[in-house]
């Protein structure tokens, strides 16, 4: 059987194969104020493929996955607070763009089987300054996935392997793309907004609603994509997306939030600002 991939020690999480990697008990909302005792020692629950912690008398579990993403946002956002100045990252997008996406993508999907919405690295290019990438990714209804596979395998797409979070990998020469089939309640109201915020033709992923899922994610990458594309927002607009995702925020995720906005104006504004 499995085990699990962190431990508790000294009032803190430790990752069993990558000691430096830690974050204090404390960080969870629901463990403050909660007697040491309780909070340092859980017990270890293996539940049908993931490993989940249970504090007694507090009927609270955490996956392992959860527990990884906060750990991995907690230790991103402090190393950056220690070592971040202000101005000191590439300046924020302030409406001089041409074409983002490659015509080879746009002509793919010019007459989709279905709806969707491009999500991932592309999408974040038309919300902060726009970086290489070649890969696309979109989302789609999970009821959708068998018309959009056969409409790829049309267009000599051939399936790679599954995807963790759902859906499956695609490729076509150089060309990769991602179908992501999530099993999510926000994902068809997401698509049909993106349906009203064309871009380059195509529909491009809400702002509040990437946010979400690169925040949920547990990559150091996606952490770093929220504070670019926070960064050139006014108070009003940040503030705006936190009320939309504020039924999904927990106390965590809504502190991380902040503390990604904050970093990526400090990164934004020039040195004299």
Request: charged residues 20%.
């Amino acid at each position: 059987m499995p085990h699990p991939a962190f431990r508790i020690e000294d009032g803190h999480w430790i990752a069993v194969d990558h000691p430096r990697v830690t974050m204090p008990v404390s960080r969870l909302a629901a463990l403050r104020g909660v007697p040491v005792a309780v909070a340092h020692h859980p017990e270890w629950q293996w539940t049908t493929d993931h490993w989940t912690i249970s504090w007694p008398s507090l009927n609270l579990q955490i996956t392992e996955y959860r527990l990884r993403t906060l750990i991995t946002r907690w230790m991103l956002i402090q190393l950056s607070q220690r070592r971040a100045h202000s101005g000191e990252g590439s300046q924020p997008y302030r409406g001089e763009r041409t074409m983002i996406m490659p015509e080879s993508w746009r002509s793919l999907l010019a007459a989709p089987p279905a709806p969707f919405a491009i999500c991932g690295g592309m999408a974040v290019n038309y919300y902060a300054r726009p970086r290489h990438t070649q890969d696309l990714d979109i989302v789609v209804l999970s009821i959708d996935w068998k018309a959009w596979d056969t409409f790829l395998s049309t267009h000599g797409f051939k399936r790679q392997g599954p995807l963790h979070i759902g859906g499956w990998t695609y490729a076509q020469g150089s060309l990769q793309l991602d179908v992501l089939t999530l099993e999510a309640d926000w994902v068809a109201q997401a698509i049909a907004e993106a349906h009203n915020i064309m871009q380059d033709s195509l529909p491009i992923l809400p702002l509040a609603w990437l946010v979400w899922m690169k925040l949920d994610a547990g990559r150091t990458t996606d952490q770093s994509d929220i504070s670019h594309m926070l960064g050139p927002l006014s108070n009003g607009q940040f503030d705006a997306i936190v009320i939309k995702l504020t039924p999904r925020l927990s106390p965590e995720d809504r502190e991380d939030l902040e503390a990604l906005y904050h970093l990526g104006k400090l990164e934004a504004q020039g040195p004299d600002e």
